[in-house]
């Protein structure tokens, strides 16, 4: 039994299977690549397994406990986090202001800026933000304009944000979209490091194969919504399967 689990996931929009029969176990502290062509369903796995999203069919279970229906905060508090397709970050607030938000909210179970204001505790959360910025080698950059940062360095940020969380499970949706190549190294590299230091399982949809290969432990290559092959990364590559989902051959 891996911490989640996907069990027959089937979900439509109108005459559109985005999902089909979707299985897939991911086991604990490993991390599991989701890859697949454009609109092979990858977006809406992850939003069904943050319970954002109700599949037609089907169950997703993490560490036992049924994801489906529960409200985005449940899911923090059952210890999921992710990471969004575009980062999520509010761009008029310093990189230290948006730090605290996540803290105040796994304190208050609200994401409420007007209330870290307020709060009585901030100037503790200002030490936890801090922390969480200095393991990110961000420290010297908390009073920096967040919008104004590279790509890069705002999904640093965005992932610091789910880290101050103590997740178990960390879901990341194409993290190194769009960005500079040195950048994407710099994200393989926190995630890496991010392994290293913790105890967490990380599930990552991604189409950039340098960053697949150099960070998962398993692949599952989904393909119009169903699973076509799940493997370790040696056996994936070169998998006619693989070839036949990327480049429409079949082989
Ligand atoms: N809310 C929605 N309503 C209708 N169709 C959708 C919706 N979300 C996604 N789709 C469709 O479902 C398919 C899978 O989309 P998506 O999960 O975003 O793919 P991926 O992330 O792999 O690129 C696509 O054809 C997309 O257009
Ligand atoms: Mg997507």
């Known amino acids: 039994m891996g911490i989640l689990e996907v069990k027959n996931v089937n979900k439509r929009f109108g005459g559109l299977q985005a999902l089909g029969d979707v299985n897939l176990s991911v086991e604990e502290n490993s991390v599991h690549a989701i890859i697949g062509p454009n609109g092979a369903g990858k977006s809406t796995l992850l939003n069904v397994l943050i319970g954002k999203l109700i599949p037609d069919t089907g169950s997703v279970s993490f560490d036992g406990q049924s994801v489906l229906g529960r409200k985005p905060y449940e899911i923090c508090q059952m210890g999921i986090s992710r990471v969004f397709q575009t980062p999520e970050i509010f761009g008029e607030l310093s990189v230290l202001e948006n730090m605290m938000i996540p803290i105040f909210a796994k304190r208050d179970g609200a994401f409420r800026m007007h209330a870290v204001e307020n709060s009585s505790n901030e100037k503790a959360i200002i030490e936890q933000a801090e922390h969480v910025l200095e393991s990110l080698n961000m420290a010297d950059k908390r009073h920096f304009n967040s919008a104004s ?6 999904r640093r940020l965005e992932i610091g944000m789910c880290l101050s969380q103590n997740p178990r499970l960390l879901l990341l949706d194409e993290p190194t979209a769009g960005m500079a190549r040195a950048d994407t190294n710099n994200t393989i590299d926190l ?25 998962a432990e398993r692949i599952t290559v989904l393909a119009q919504g169903t699973p076509l092959v799940e493997d370790t990364p040696d056996n ?14 079949s082989a």
């Open 191 to 215: 995630l890496k490091q991010i392994k290293d230091e913790r105890d967490i399982t990380i599930a990552i949809i991604e189409h950039d194969m340098h960053v697949v290969f150099s960070l």
């Open 236 to 249: 994936i590559k070169g998998h006619p399967k693989v070839r036949e989902a990327y480049l429409g051959e």
């Open 149 to 154: 940062m590279s790509r890069g360095d705002k």
